[in-house]
């Protein structure tokens, strides 16, 4: 049987995100359905017995693979990928979303930074780390300092992307830096949050023109 432009999309996202669980495809792919997970199992169980698709059954619901995709069917890195689908998730939903890439490469591998995501979203690019593990203030550290060096290297064109942190934890960022750091729990408290400085802002000013 021939792919469906549908089949295709979903493999496309397979490759991209390396992995994705049942629900998230069917979330993406078939929400406008009557039942998305029904219809979501039946096509997933049509790719993988064609060989188009792969998955594993160590997690529930069942998480799927692009065919070429090389991962340890029970990986720790399979909960940090679907963490990124997660984000992916939110900026659909927030809209005004742009590019999205998964852990682009810039520069050799270890001399630059390595971020989890590169976005746009309102026109302003970000790159997003995504932490589900408690890092070391030295870890952030180094972290930041790649981005330095990715900064100072010129490879990306100005202006820089902004950084956001995506974690439960909050990190003390000392120190300056030519770029803006974010930190929040999620991508969509994240907007939330610039919402409300906007409100403050416009606020104060109004309060201004008023005194004024």
Same mark, same amino acid.
């Not at 629900?23 to 792919?29: F, G, P, Q, T, V």
């Not at 202006?159 to 960022?173: E, G, K």
């Given at each position: 049987?021939? =792919?469906?432009?549908?089949?295709?999309?979903?493999?496309?996202?397979?490759?991209? %995100? &390396?992995?994705?669980? &049942?629900?998230?495809?069917? #979330?993406?792919? %078939?929400?406008?359905?009557? *039942?998305?997970?029904?219809?979501?199992?039946?096509? =997933? =169980? &049509? =790719?993988?017995?064609?060989?188009?698709?792969?998955?594993?059954?160590?997690?529930?619901? $069942?998480? $799927?693979?692009?065919?070429?995709?090389?991962?340890?069917?029970?990986?720790?890195?399979?909960?940090?990928?679907?963490?990124?689908?997660?984000?992916?998730?939110?900026?659909?939903?927030?809209? *005004?979303?742009?590019?999205?890439?998964? #852990?682009?490469?810039?520069?050799? +591998?270890?001399?630059?930074?390595?971020?989890?995501? %590169?976005?746009?979203?309102?026109?302003? *690019?970000? @790159?997003? #780390?995504?932490?589900?593990?408690?890092?070391?203030? +030295?870890?952030?550290?180094?972290? @930041?300092?790649?981005?330095?060096?990715?900064?100072?290297?010129?490879?990306?064109?100005?202006?820089?992307?902004?950084?956001? /942190?995506?974690?439960?934890? &909050? $990190?003390?960022?000392?120190?300056? $830096?030519?770029?803006?750091?974010?930190?929040?729990?999620?991508?969509?408290?994240?907007? +939330?949050?610039?919402?409300?400085?906007?409100?403050?802002? +416009?606020?104060?000013?109004?309060?201004? /023109?008023?005194?004024?």
């Amino acid at each position: 049987m021939p =792919l469906t432009n549908r089949d295709k999309a979903i493999i496309k996202h397979l490759n991209k %995100f &390396r992995v994705m669980d &049942r629900d998230s495809i069917a #979330e993406l792919h %078939f929400s406008n359905l009557k *039942n998305p997970n029904y219809a979501a199992n039946n096509v =997933l =169980l &049509r =790719l993988l017995r064609d060989g188009h698709i792969q998955r594993s059954t160590v997690f529930v619901p $069942y998480v $799927y693979f692009g065919p070429d995709v090389e991962i340890k069917k029970n990986s720790q890195k399979i909960g940090h990928f679907l963490a990124i689908v997660n984000v992916y998730k939110e900026l659909k939903k927030l809209g *005004n979303m742009g590019t999205f890439l998964v #852990e682009p490469k810039y520069g050799k +591998k270890g001399d630059c930074a390595e971020p989890d995501i %590169f976005c746009q979203y309102r026109r302003t *690019n970000f @790159f997003v #780390e995504v932490q589900r593990t408690v890092y070391s203030d +030295k870890l952030m550290s180094e972290k @930041f300092d790649r981005y330095i060096d990715l900064y100072n290297s010129g490879i990306m064109a100005a202006p820089f992307p902004h950084v956001l /942190i995506l974690s439960d934890q &909050r $990190y003390a960022i000392d120190g300056q $830096y030519p770029f803006k750091i974010f930190q929040s729990d999620s991508f969509t408290n994240f907007v +939330k949050s610039l919402t409300r400085t906007e409100s403050v802002k +416009k606020e104060n000013k109004e309060v201004q /023109i008023k005194i004024g």
